[in-house]
Nanobody
Framework: QVSLAEAGGGLVEPGGSLTLSCVTT????????MAWFRQGPGKDREFVAA????????YYGDSVKGRFTLSRDNVKNTMYLQMNSLNPEDTGLYSC??????????????????WGQGTQVTVSS
């Protein structure tokens, strides 16, 4: 059984930065991908970023490319999402997920088996 626990959300002003973390408990095989999704108020859940556990290759959603950086510490089983230049459109519940999606389905939340409870990020002045 795999469980995921997010931390690091909070209130930040526009232009600010925040780092989220997701700790994995339990065994995930090297062919897993781990991802961040977010859901803003009144919006559908949106793909943010994903990382291959085997080669640490990363993938980003268009709305965060160039501002967010995803990394993973395999010793600590922890994934980090460094978020810079935040704007109000980045507000939402950020959830981490683990699964084995093929590359073409990377952004499909239905392809992920395990989910955390989420951490709230609010960008507001």
């Amino acid at each position: 059984q795999v469980s995921l626990a997010e931390a690091g959300g909070g209130l930040v002003e526009p232009g600010g930065s925040l780092t989220l973390s997701c700790v994995t408990t339990g065994r995930t095989s090297r062919d897993y991908k781990m991802a961040w999704f977010r859901q803003g108020p009144g919006k559908d859940r949106e793909f943010v970023a994903a990382i291959n556990l085997n080669d640490r290759r990363t993938y980003y959603g268009d709305s965060v490319k160039g501002r967010f950086t995803l990394s993973r510490d395999n010793v600590k089983n922890t994934m980090y999402l460094q978020m810079n230049s935040l704007n109000p459109e980045d507000t939402g519940l950020y959830s981490c997920a683990a699964g084995r999606p093929i590359l073409a389905a990377l952004r499909d939340e239905k392809m992920y088996y395990y989910w955390g409870q989420g951490t709230q990020v609010t960008v507001s002045s």
